[in-house]
């Protein structure tokens, strides 16, 4: 983990307060601590206690707070919804909490060049349905598009179940306007789709979680949007099969718009809250043992013989059902079976540590095997689901937190699980990001010269570490 | 422990229940949404000691008890109820203002009925606390004969589908306190439309629903006041309990709901028969036609609550009356209502109502020629009524549904 600069200052003077006080007045300073509580917390479930919270509306009041922070050497922790789940804008080392939520206007949406320019603070969910008032679309989906801000999931690269096919976040960023530590205004890359000037700065922002600026606008590639999509969900009687079947779809030539598994844990739990279209005793003959849920997208007239593809490419695996939906209103349900795993988890203990590994896409049997087997021997449960379109596996280690012995489990599971990733070739986190929760885990999958580069480069953005200290890497 | 129980139902901070915050929404203030109190109300991740108990309860406080959250939330946490039980834990003097303007005010409120002048100057002068502002502009609104003028006429009762569906079975109105008060017309249009139907009525004295007690942290006289109505649908014979006020239908649900004392009713059957008399008017005439007449307007607004049931009858009913004349915002949008709300955070509660018009603005389009298509909108709650009527921009005209209906 980062050392943290020694120039920090460890609490707020007076004057320091005066000083927020003119900056922000009225409603744009909190210094409560009942009112402060939420913005020290995030879905990590990770908190600690910030110093003040600031909401500035203007880029200006922006230049003014981090040029007096890094005279001062006042942490600054940016903030959006706070719904990350690394506890990436959690003030585990105190600190002034910037609130980028009044910051939420669409300055524009250009159906000519195929761009938006945004402030940090817009809902995801909410820009989508505006572009897509003008046939545009933007891809980038990640769980929490309906919660989560466009700001928070440029800051943390957010994924998502498009990202087979359309890539993840940082895929559509095209420009980044930010204030740096000092005040500095900088404005990385723009509106071209193609920009080979200089350092890509603009993607060195994305996935920063904060600590090299704070983005005052956003400037984000948008595509036409597909008339139309379609969706299939098939279960089988064993992961081995499933894997098969999604290998066939590709060997057929048909890039899927999301591609997702649900491991037989998984399978258990949804069977728990809702009633499921799969055979659902838990074993046995015809016992499910994995589900996928396949979409496609593309012209209307084309999506029904696609789907036909889709079902041809799975038939060889021999699925126990499989149910089509064309058009939103059918394919609806099957993705609600989809999206209610992470709740249905807690059916198998109240407590969870979610790791979203990455591997290379062809060892994803090898890895869900594998951490299947490592949740058997530590007698702890372990649910894999997610996108197994592109390798990234979200891992679920299911535990009672009150239970000393669990919990010591619990995370010999998680470190067992990082170090088969990592055998493998792959990446402790796809999506979520390292945050504090897998902050300490960095240097397993990082060498030294990676990260004595990554603090060279946070060095000249930060010079005195302000920003969000000890996050990322 | 089953992950359903009650004692299970801890927040995990996922944050599902941002989308639909309206206080979140309005202000983009995060301590004002449903993550902070349950983050506040349930085991605390911060040393206590730092938090003051007055400002705790002071910004739990702050909750419209729309209960968007909790049709939201994966873990079953009910915001509006951990909020109920904050305030009754930490009575402070806006629980006092609250329990001073239901219990106090009750004559007020049978002034107005009476179509005297709202109230003498003196006597707001003197009982009302500024505070109380916003509150009284939506009182004044309801003020008798300032409601809309009927112009729809029932042409064709469900006669054959009720009765083949309830058979003789009696049913009583629930009124509610507007409905019984200062807009004692609804009760008397829907007494009519029951008899249209060709329903037996029963006329059991009911109380207050509850629902606003429970809200303010009275649990005591919430209490009460369930006790009060169901001893009176048991002495009218259980019979089927018609609604016309979205809040009350939710409040008499919730007697039976999850989370409520179990003492209420004699067994598990009654509790059920309980939650299966309740029925909103609205569902009991479907399938009638009507016929608009003169002062129809060419677009009417509807706003749905935040407490109608998921299938809004309401809203189904006025669609297949009203056709395509009615119009409504495709993603809702809470009135900022709230109960205490109006009192305890006038400024919040009215910047909610902003955001209300804004949006039906976006489906009705009034602002842009206000002269020639002003804002008409209806809808099915008492406290929406009162909101709507309070936040309201000028020349607009706020009410219930069952005001357009022509009692002949």
């Known amino acids: ?88 804008a959690v003030p585990a080392f105190g600190g002034v909490v910037v609130s980028c939520l009044l910051m939420d206007t669409v300055l524009d949406v250009d159906s000519e060049d195929f761009c938006a320019e945004v402030e940090p603070g817009v809902v995801t969910a909410q820009f989508q349905a505006l572009v897509q008032k003008r046939k545009l679309f933007y891809p980038p989906d990640p769980a929490s598009l309906k919660i989560s801000t466009l700001g928070g999931n440029v800051a943390t690269c957010a994924g998502g ?23 500095k205004i900088v404005n990385a890359g723009g509106r071209t789709h193609k920009n080979v000037v200089g350092l890509d700065l603009a993607r060195l922002f994305v996935g920063s979680c904060g600590t090299l600026g704070i983005f005052t606008k956003l400037t984000l590639k948008l595509l036409p949007l597909p008339e139309g999509s379609a969706t299939v969900l098939a279960a089988f009687g064993s992961l081995g099969e499933a894997l098969e079947g999604a290998r066939e779809v590709f060997r057929a030539g048909i890039l899927p718009t999301a591609m997702e598994f649900l ?44 789907l036909s593809r889709v079902e041809g490419a799975l038939a060889g695996s021999t699925p126990l059902c499989l149910l089509k939906g064309l058009g939103p209103a059918e394919e609806e349900p099957l993705w609600e079976l989809r999206r209610l795993v992470s709740p249905a988890v807690f059916r198998l203990g109240p407590d969870k540590l979610g790791e979203d590994v990455a591997v290379p896409r062809g060892r994803t049997v090898e890895a869900v095997e594998g951490f299947q087997a490592i949740g058997a021997e530590q007698g702890i449960h372990v649910v894999c689901y997610g996108h197994l379109g592109d390798g990234n596996i979200h891992v679920n280690i299911v535990y009672d937190a009150a239970d000393a012995d669990q ?64 996050k990322g890497w | 422990m089953p992950p359903d129980s009650p004692d299970r139902r801890e927040c995990v901070l996922c944050g599902c229940c941002l ?18 109190k349950a983050l506040l109300a349930g085991p605390s991740k911060f040393d206590a000691a730092r938090l003051a108990e007055g400002d705790v309860a002071a910004l739990t406080g702050l909750c419209l008890a729309c209960g968007r959250c909790e049709k939201l939330c994966p873990q079953g946490v009910q915001v509006p109820a951990l909020m109920a039980a904050m305030r009754a834990a930490h009575p402070d003097f806006r629980q006092w203002l609250w329990k001073q303007w239901i219990t106090r005010l009750g004559p007020y409120w049978s002034l107005a009925a009476k179509g005297a002048a709202l109230a003498p100057q ?10 109380f502002g916003l509150a009284l502009k939506g009182l004044k609104g309801l003020r008798p004969g300032n409601g809309l003028a009927p112009w729809l006429a029932i042409a064709a009762f469900p006669v054959q589908a009720f009765r083949a569906r309830y058979g003789d079975r009696p049913v009583a109105l629930f009124d509610g306190c507007v409905g019984r008060g200062p807009r004692a017309a609804w009760g008397e249009t829907a007494r009519l439309l029951l008899k249209g139907l060709g329903a037996h009525l029963a006329e059991p004295r009911f109380s207050c ?19 009060e109505n169901i001893a009176a649908w048991r002495e009218a014979g259980r019979p089927l309990l018609a609604t016309y006020c979205a809040t009350c239908r939710k409040g008499l649900a919730d007697y039976a709901g999850p989370g409520a004392d179990g003492g209420l009713f004699a067994d598990e059957a009654e509790a059920a028969a309980w939650a299966a008399s309740l029925v909103p008017l609205s569902a009991l005439l479907e399938g009638a036609k009507a016929k608009a007449g003169r002062g129809a307007p060419a677009i ?37 209502f709230g109960g205490v709300m109006q009192l305890s955070a006038p400024e919040l509660s009215a910047r909610v109502g902003a955001s209300c018009w804004e949006s039906l603005d976006t489906a009705l389009g009034f602002s842009a020629a206000p002269e020639v298509t002003p804002a008409y909108v209806l809808t099915g709650c008492s406290g929406c009524v009162m909101q709507l009527l309070a936040t309201a921009p000028r020349g607009a005209r706020v009410g219930h549904w069952l005001e357009i209906i022509r009692q002949k």
């Open chain 1, 1 to 88: 983990m980062t050392q943290l600069a020694t120039s920090l200052v460890s609490g707020l003077t007076p004057a320091h307060l005066r000083f927020l006080e003119g900056l922000f007045p009225g409603e744009g300073l909190t210094v409560a601590p009942a009112e402060m509580a939420v913005y020290g917390a995030d879905s990590s479930r990770r908190a600690g206690m910030p110093w003040a919270v600031v909401r500035p509306r203007t880029e200006e009041q922006m230049v003014e707070l981090l040029r007096w922070a890094q005279a001062e050497g006042v942490p600054i922790v940016p903030r959006a919804r706070g719904t990350g789940m690394s506890g990436g």
């Open chain 2, 19 to 36: 989308e639909g915050c309206p206080l979140l929404e309005a202000t983009g203030r995060e301590e004002l949404s449903p993550r902070a």
């Open chain 2, 209 to 227: 629903c509850g629902s606003t007690l429970g809200v303010a942290g009275l649990p005591q006289e919430q209490a009460q006041a369930r006790a």
């Open chain 1, 161 to 183: 179940m498009r990202a087979v096919k359309y890539g993840v976040t940082r895929d559509y960023v095209l420009g980044v306007r930010a204030v740096l530590p000092g005040g």
């Open chain 1, 263 to 306: 491991d037989a844990k998984a399978c258990w739990g949804i069977g728990q809250i809702k009633d499921v279209p799969w055979p659902a005793s838990p074993d046995g003959e015809g016992a499910t043992k994995a589900v996928l849920v396949l979409k496609v997208d593309g012209s209307r007239s084309a999506l029904a013989a696609e």
């Open chain 1, 407 to 470: 919990r010591a489990r619990a995370k010999a599971c998680k470190e067992a699980v990082f170090r088969l990733t990592l055998s493998l070739g792959g990446t402790l986190s796809g999506e979520h990001g390292t945050g504090i929760t897998k902050g300490p885990y960095v240097p397993w999958q990082l060498g030294e010269e990676e990260r004595a580069l990554m603090a060279g480069i946070k060095g000249v953005f930060d010079p005195s570490g302000i920003l969000n200290p000890g």
């Open chain 2, 122 to 131: 003196a006597f707001v002068d003197t009982f009302v606390p500024a505070q």
């Open chain 2, 300 to 336: 009417v607004g509807y706003h749905r609550p935040c407490h109608a049931e998921a299938a809004d009858h309401d809203f189904r009913l006025l669609s297949s009356l009203l056709g395509p004349r009615l119009r409504t915002p495709a993603g809702g949008g809470c009135c900022g």
